[in-house]
């Protein structure tokens, strides 16, 4: 298992922004520490203009360049946000070649990517990663690429670049209604949205994860593309849900267990439980047994 990653994403942030630097630090900090789960690491891709290009518009692109205002109060114009965001999805893109390669990987980055449209930011996203990442992996010779969003929040910004591209299925997991309001039924030939009411069962929300996941490898994909959010866990101070860190882990076993090419991405997840909810999904994709739950 492959982490990648680069410090910088530590650099900003905004007092009270619940996307904080420390979802990270302290996500690598445990992952550090750990010593059951061997890792490697690596640095995020370059990202050149005409890779983002596939996902976004050359407006788009300026506009996150020049930082003329705050996209929302949610999304703010960062000092040097573009280069974050770009080398958040360069983490996506180096993910996806050590997958190729046969290595699992993670990339651990911020900013997130999923709510990133082709032609604006929001919901705390700029460029967005997963969908450039799987456009890339369509143009490096796969035919069937699945795109997998488990965040609690649906992935709008992931449909709307990867909707009726060929080659391309998306299907997302989320909380409807709840941020931001889109996603409560299928879009398109390829976009399959699986929207749950606020306060879902565990076990109905586990069985509406695992159908999905059925669907999406009864397709056959070549490869699979996770946008991994974290905040449908109990404790998130903004999902409503309530999964606990052990299904984490079993989604990462499930994906093992499809024998599949798989790379994943960091999206959302609040909680102060993140560190182990994310140690607890990459030990299941190595097939180590889950950790105690953690205590709140
Ligand atoms: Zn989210």
């Given at each position: ?11 900003y ?11 990270v630090?302290?996500s ?12 490697a690491?690596?640095?995020p891709?370059e990202?050149?203009d005409?890779?983002l ?8 692109l ?6 003329v205002?705050?996209?929302?109060s ?35 980055l ?52 990867l909707?009726?591209?060929?080659g ?10 709840g ?26 929300y586990l ?41 984490f ?9 499809s ?13 102060r ?5 994310i140690?607890?999904y ?15």
């Amino acid at each position: 298992m492959t982490i990648v990653t680069d410090e910088r994403c530590l650099e900003y942030g905004q007092t009270g922004h619940l996307e904080r630097a420390g979802r990270v630090a302290r996500s690598l900090a445990l992952l550090r520490e750990q010593t059951e789960l061997p890792l490697a690491w690596a640095s995020p891709l370059e990202v050149p203009d005409r890779v983002l290009l596939r996902a976004h518009s050359a407006a788009h692109l300026e506009r996150v360049q020049s930082l003329v205002g705050n996209f929302d109060s949610d999304t703010p114009a960062y000092p040097q946000i573009e280069q974050h965001a770009r080398r958040s999805v360069g983490g996506a893109l180096r993910a996806l070649e050590l997958c190729r390669q046969g290595e699992p990987a993670f990339s651990l980055l911020r900013p997130p990517g999923h709510h990133a449209l082709r032609e604006n930011a929001m919901g705390f996203c700029y460029y967005n990663s997963i969908a450039v990442a799987a456009l890339e992996a369509l143009r490096q010779g796969y035919s069937r690429v699945a795109v997998f969003d488990f965040d609690v929040h649906h992935g709008n910004g992931t449909e709307d670049i990867l909707l009726e591209h060929a080659g391309v299925q998306f299907h997302s997991v989320h909380q409807f209604p709840g941020y931001p309001d889109t996603g409560s039924a299928n879009v398109g030939s390829n976009c399959f949205n699986h929207p749950l009411p606020v306060g879902t069962p565990r076990e109905a929300y586990l069985k509406v994860l695992q159908r999905t996941l059925e669907t999406l490898l009864g397709w056959h994909p070549e490869v699979i593309a996770i946008s991994a959010g974290f905040d449908a866990f109990q404790h998130d101070p903004i999902g409503r849900q309530s999964l606990m860190a052990q299904d984490f882990h079993w989604l990462g076993q499930a994906l093992r267990a499809s024998n599949l090419p798989v790379f994943s991405i960091l999206e959302g997840g609040y909680s102060r439980h993140l560190p182990d909810l994310i140690l607890g999904y990459l030990r299941g994709l190595a097939g180590l047994a889950a950790l105690a739950e953690p205590t709140r």
